[in-house]
C-alpha cells in the first residue's frame, strides 16, 4: 500500500498538469472532443470486458486453478474482447448509432484515434490485473505511474512544438495503452502460458458464473458515473461537456487513492478468509471516508480560484458542479472498499443489484435535472446516486459484520490510523 500511495502522489500532479494544459491550449470545445475520445475506451471496456478484472484477481490470487493455465485464459479473452470492441466502434460510427451513445453524429479523429487503441487498452488492463493478482503490488502501481509520467511528458513536446489538438492527445494516450501492453506481456513470458493447458470445463462453468455477476455490477456502475456526460453530449453539447470533465474530472481525483485500494483489498480478500476481515473492512472504511472528507473540505476551498487559476476563466462554470460533486465522491470512496469486501466473498451479485438500483436512479435525476440545471443538475444527480449506493452497501456489509451501519463511517480515529496500515494489504 506504501508503494501504491507513494507513487500515486508521483503522478498524480502530472496527471492534474496534463488535464489543465488540454484544457487551456484547446479550450472547453476541444476538452470536450478529447474527454469523448477518451471515454471510449473505457466505455467499451466497460460493456465488453465480461468482469473479468474482478474475476482474475478473485481465481489468480484464490489459487483456483494452475497459474500459467488462467494467464493463457485471460490473456486469449483480452485478444477477442478487444477485436471486439474495435468492431463495435466502427459499427457505432458506420451506422450511424454513436449519435445515440456518444452525441455525435459521427466520430472525429480523436475519437477514432480512440477507438483502434481499444484492443491495447484491454489488454494492459486485463495484465495489470494478473500482476496485481500474482502479488506484484508496486508494479501494479508502478506501471500506470509512469505512463502518466510520459503522457505528461509527450503533451508538453506537442505544445512546445505547437502540435497540441484533440487529436495529438489522443494519439500520446494511445501510444500509452501500447507501451503498458507490450510491457506487462513480456513480463509473464516467465510462465511460458502458451505452453499451458487450457483450463477445464468445470472451472468455466465457475468462471462464467463469477464473471456473469461482476459484469452486471461493473457495467451498471459505470454507466452510474458516466451516464451524466453522454447526457450531456446529446442535450448540451461538446461546450458543457468539457466543462462538467473538469468538474469531475477534479473530483474524481480524490478517488483515485480508494480505488486502488479497492484492487488491492479484492486480492487480499480472496486469498484469505473474508469473514476474519469483519474489523478491518469496518476500519479500513471509515478511515477512507474521513481521508476523503478532509480531501474534499481542502478541494471545496480551493476550487473558486484555482479552477481559474489553472484551467483560465473560460472553466468557472466548472467549480459549481465541482462543489455539488464533492459529498457524493465521499460516499464513494466508502462503498468502494465495502464493493471489494464483498466481492472477496463471492457476493457480487449483491453488488450488481444495487449498481442497478443506482442506475436507475441516477437515469432519473438527470432526466428531470439536465434539462433545468444543467451541469450543475448533472452534478447533483451523481452526488445523490453514489449516496444512495454507500448507504445500500453500508447495510449490506454492516449487516455480514453485526456492525452498525454508521459505524463504516465513524469507527476510524488517529489512534487507528498506524495499526490499520500496517495490517491492511500486507
Same mark, same amino acid.
Given at each position: 500500500?506504501?508503494?501504491?500511495?507513494?507513487?500515486m502522489?508521483?503522478?498524480?500532479?502530472?496527471?492534474?498538469? @496534463?488535464?489543465?494544459?488540454?484544457?487551456?491550449?484547446?479550450?472547453?470545445?476541444?476538452?470536450?472532443?478529447?474527454?469523448?475520445a477518451?471515454?471510449?475506451?473505457?466505455?467499451?471496456?466497460?460493456?465488453?470486458?465480461?468482469?473479468?478484472?474482478g474475476?482474475?484477481?478473485?481465481?489468480?490470487?484464490?489459487?483456483k486453478?494452475?497459474?500459467?493455465?488462467?494467464?493463457?485464459?485471460?490473456?486469449?479473452?483480452a485478444?477477442?474482447l478487444?477485436?471486439?470492441?474495435?468492431a463495435?466502434?466502427?459499427?457505432?460510427?458506420?451506422?450511424?448509432?454513436?449519435?445515440?451513445?456518444?452525441?455525435?453524429p459521427?466520430?472525429?479523429?480523436?475519437?477514432?484515434?480512440?477507438?483502434?487503441?481499444?484492443?491495447?487498452?484491454?489488454?494492459? @488492463?486485463?495484465?495489470?490485473?494478473?500482476?496485481? /493478482?500474482?502479488?506484484?503490488?508496486?508494479w501494479?502501481?508502478?506501471?500506470?505511474?509512469a505512463?502518466q509520467?510520459?503522457?505528461g511528458?509527450?503533451?508538453?513536446?506537442?505544445?512546445?512544438?505547437?502540435?497540441? !489538438?484533440?487529436?495529438? /492527445?489522443?494519439g500520446?494516450?494511445?501510444?500509452s495503452?501500447?507501451?503498458?501492453?507490450a !510491457?506487462?506481456?513480456?513480463?509473464?513470458?516467465?510462465?511460458?502460458w502458451?505452453?499451458?493447458?487450457w !483450463?477445464?470445463?468445470?472451472?468455466?462453468?465457475?468462471?462464467? +458464473?463469477?464473471?456473469a455477476? @461482476?459484469?452486471?455490477?461493473?457495467?451498471?456502475?459505470?454507466?452510474?458515473?458516466?451516464?451524466?456526460?453522454? *447526457?450531456?453530449?446529446?442535450?448540451s453539447?461538446?461546450?458543457?461537456?468539457? *466543462?462538467?470533465?473538469?468538474?469531475?474530472?477534479?473530483?474524481?481525483?480524490?478517488?483515485?487513492?480508494?480505488q486502488?485500494?479497492s484492487? *488491492?483489498?479484492?486480492?487480499?480478500?480472496?486469498?484469505?478468509?473474508?469473514m476474519?476481515?469483519?474489523?478491518e473492512?469496518?476500519?479500513?472504511?471509515s478511515?477512507?471516508?474521513?481521508? @476523503?472528507?478532509?480531501?474534499?473540505?481542502?478541494?471545496?476551498?480551493?476550487?473558486?480560484?484555482g479552477?481559474r487559476?489553472?484551467?483560465?476563466?473560460?472553466?468557472?462554470?466548472?467549480?459549481?458542479?465541482?462543489?455539488?460533486?464533492?459529498?457524493?465522491?465521499?460516499?464513494?470512496?466508502?462503498?468502494?472498499?465495502q464493493a471489494?469486501?464483498?466481492?472477496?466473498?463471492?457476493?457480487?451479485?449483491?453488488?450488481?443489484?444495487?449498481?442497478?438500483?443506482?442506475?436507475a436512479?441516477?437515469?432519473?435525476?438527470n432526466?428531470?435535472?439536465?434539462?433545468?440545471?444543467?451541469?450543475s443538475?448533472a452534478?447533483?444527480?451523481?452526488?445523490?446516486?453514489?449516496?444512495?449506493?454507500?448507504?445500500?452497501?453500508s +447495510?449490506?456489509?454492516?449487516?455480514?459484520t453485526?456492525? +452498525?451501519?454508521?459505524?463504516?463511517? !465513524?469507527?476510524?480515529?488517529? /489512534?487507528?490510523?498506524?495499526?490499520?496500515?500496517?495490517?491492511?494489504?500486507?
Amino acid at each position: 500500500m506504501l508503494w501504491n500511495t507513494v507513487l500515486m502522489a508521483v503522478s498524480w500532479p502530472v496527471g492534474v498538469a @496534463t488535464s489543465v494544459v488540454i484544457g487551456r491550449w484547446l479550450g472547453p470545445a476541444g476538452k470536450g472532443d478529447y474527454t469523448l475520445a477518451m471515454l471510449i475506451s473505457p466505455a467499451l471496456f466497460a460493456v465488453l470486458n465480461l468482469g473479468l478484472p474482478g474475476s482474475i484477481s478473485y481465481y489468480l490470487a484464490g489459487a483456483k486453478a494452475p497459474e500459467n493455465a488462467l494467464v493463457k485464459t485471460f490473456l486469449a479473452l483480452a485478444g477477442l474482447l478487444g477485436a471486439a470492441a474495435l468492431a463495435v466502434a466502427i459499427a457505432l460510427h458506420q451506422t450511424g448509432w454513436c449519435l445515440y451513445v456518444f452525441g455525435v453524429p459521427k466520430f472525429t479523429p480523436a475519437m477514432w484515434i480512440g477507438a483502434f487503441g481499444l484492443p491495447f487498452y484491454f489488454a494492459g @488492463t486485463f495484465l495489470q490485473f494478473v500482476s496485481l /493478482a500474482q502479488g506484484r503490488q508496486v508494479w501494479f502501481a508502478a506501471l500506470p505511474a509512469a505512463g502518466q509520467l510520459g503522457v505528461g511528458g509527450a503533451i508538453g513536446v506537442l505544445v512546445w512544438s505547437g502540435r497540441l !489538438t484533440s487529436a495529438t /492527445a489522443a494519439g500520446v494516450m494511445v501510444a500509452s495503452y501500447v507501451v503498458t501492453a507490450a !510491457t506487462l506481456v513480456s513480463q509473464q513470458r516467465r510462465l511460458a502460458w502458451w505452453r499451458a493447458p487450457w !483450463t477445464g470445463l468445470a472451472l468455466w462453468k465457475s468462471l462464467v +458464473r463469477y464473471t456473469a455477476l @461482476t459484469y452486471l455490477g461493473n457495467t451498471v456502475q459505470f454507466l452510474v458515473q458516466r451516464l451524466d456526460v453522454l *447526457l450531456l453530449s446529446a442535450l448540451s453539447g461538446l461546450r458543457e461537456v468539457g *466543462l462538467y470533465s473538469v468538474a469531475y474530472g477534479t473530483a474524481e481525483l480524490l478517488l483515485l487513492l480508494p480505488q486502488r485500494f479497492s484492487n *488491492l483489498y479484492l486480492a487480499r480478500i480472496a486469498a484469505s478468509h473474508p469473514m476474519s476481515k469483519a474489523e478491518e473492512v469496518r476500519l479500513l472504511s471509515s478511515l477512507v471516508f474521513l481521508m @476523503t472528507l478532509v480531501g474534499a473540505a481542502a478541494l471545496a476551498v480551493l476550487a473558486p480560484f484555482g479552477v481559474r487559476l489553472l484551467y483560465g476563466t473560460a472553466f468557472a462554470g466548472s467549480v459549481r458542479p465541482l462543489w455539488f460533486l464533492l459529498p457524493g465522491i465521499c460516499a464513494a470512496a466508502t462503498a468502494s472498499i465495502q464493493a471489494a469486501y464483498l466481492a472477496g466473498l463471492g457476493g457480487v451479485k449483491t453488488t450488481a443489484q444495487i449498481n442497478c438500483a443506482g442506475l436507475a436512479l441516477n437515469a432519473f435525476l438527470n432526466l428531470i435535472l439536465i434539462p433545468r440545471y444543467g451541469i450543475s443538475g448533472a452534478a447533483v444527480a451523481a452526488s445523490l446516486t453514489y449516496a444512495a449506493q454507500a448507504a445500500l452497501l453500508s +447495510r449490506t456489509v454492516g449487516r455480514l459484520t453485526q456492525t +452498525r451501519p454508521l459505524a463504516m463511517l !465513524t469507527s476510524a480515529s488517529p /489512534a487507528l490510523l498506524s495499526a490499520v496500515l500496517k495490517s491492511a494489504f500486507r
